[in-house]
């Protein structure tokens, strides 16, 4: 890519039309998210120098941590060089081999990667599978380690939302802690934008919150918010944020001005749009025979089957101008391979009609499929 994040990139020369960022509010290009991390390079440089707990602890990096608590309304939060290192850090702060972890089958790799290193018993359920969730929460009853349930609010390949209220009831039921990744929810859902926690009104039950500051907030980074008590633990234990060099103070600023920017009317208005945009894509490809399963966030996928047949969708759809990359094995799973269509409050109604035109013009897979 040779141009900045946005709906439109130029790809050696060429210009295309981008429906696959996560850039979901199009902060990451915003003129106010560059001027604060153009101030903070002014003001502190480069590289914060150290890690955090050495000398690279920055007032930018306290800063956007207040922030952060007051804007998902908890104690405290702690920032991190990425929400992959938030998982990791946090996971295996919270559970050792005594303990277990529980898994939707669908989360993301940061949080299965951490669950294993973390060296705690891995038990994992079908998505969504509340049953099955109630059997493995029964069978850790008599254990004497605590049971961690990790989950994501948004599902990242899928785009539909998880049942927090009823998976909440499980973990208080069976005396669970619960972590939720709210990786692409923050700054989209709920009345203050705070996530799927706040739009399913679980903000009390939910022990530790994750999110990347690199998605909805335009920036790079990773966070937890939950009790002081937690944020202290892991400002202790917490590996991935203890060995490693502090994130840039521009990244952290521009995380900041983010936050600043979705609780103001303007993040109310680009959230607005992008509902709107999300609801007119989704009633336009339903029309035009796409099957869309559960997708109920910015992200819907094309469901196409076969790995050869996506890629050469992809393909098509790239000389027409519009870019969705084809997701793979072992991203989700074989025979499972799908265009990730997302949308932005960046895309302009010129944009949308030219992924209609190009989605239309093409062979639908699905369609050849049912024919068949
Ligand atoms: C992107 C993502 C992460 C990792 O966040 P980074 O800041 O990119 O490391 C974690 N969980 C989910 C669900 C994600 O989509």
């Not at 000389?319 to 990359?325: A, H, K, Q, R």
């Amino acid at each position: 890519m040779d141009s900045p994040q946005s709906p439109r990139l130029q790809i050696a020369g060429k210009e295309l039309i981008n429906f696959s960022s996560n850039d979901y509010l199009g902060l990451a290009n915003h003129p106010r998210l560059k001027e604060a991390a153009v101030r903070a390079v002014e003001k502190f440089g480069a590289g914060s120098g150290a890690s955090r707990l050495i000398c690279g602890s920055l007032a930018p990096h306290h800063e956007l941590e207040d922030a952060l608590a007051a804007f998902k309304k908890t104690e405290a939060a702690l920032s991190f060089s990425s929400g992959y290192a938030a998982a990791m850090g946090t996971i295996c702060a919270v559970a050792g081999k005594d303990d277990v972890i529980v898994l939707d089958k669908l989360v993301h790799a940061s949080i299965v990667d951490a669950a294993r290193l973390s060296g705690a018993k891995l038990r994992v359920f079908a998505h969504d599978d509340l049953n099955e969730l109630e059997d493995i929460l029964r069978w850790t009853k008599d254990r004497s380690g605590r049971t961690l349930i990790v989950t994501e609010s948004v599902f990242s390949m899928d785009g539909d939302l998880a049942p927090l209220r009823e998976i909440v009831a499980l973990k208080d039921k069976y005396g669970a802690w619960l972590m939720v990744d709210e990786a692409h929810a923050t700054g989209l859902f709920g009345k203050n934008r705070r996530g799927v926690i706040e739009a399913q009104s679980v903000s009390d039950n939910v022990e530790i919150q994750m999110g990347t500051l690199g998605k909805a907030l335009g920036s790079s980074g990773g966070y937890i918010c939950g009790p002081r008590v937690l944020i202290d633990f892991l400002v202790n234990r917490a590996r991935s944020f203890i060995f490693s060099t502090a994130p840039v103070p521009a990244a952290a600023a521009a995380a900041q001005a983010a936050i600043d920017l979705v609780r103001s009317a303007e993040g109310d208005a680009l959230a607005n749009k992008l509902w709107s945009l999300v609801k007119e894509t989704k009633a336009n490809l339903t029309k035009g025979g796409w099957t869309l399963s559960a997708a109920q966030s910015a992200i819907v996928p094309l469901h196409i089957g076969a790995e050869t047949k996506a890629v050469e969708t992809a393909a098509a759809l790239r000389d027409d101008g519009i870019y969705i990359p084809a997701i793979r094995y072992p991203t989700v799973a074989r025979g499972e391979a799908r265009l990730r269509l997302t949308l932005t409050a960046a895309h302009t109604p010129n944009d949308l009609e030219k992924l209609f035109a190009a989605l239309s013009a093409i062979h639908n897979p699905q369609s050849a499929i049912k024919n068949a």
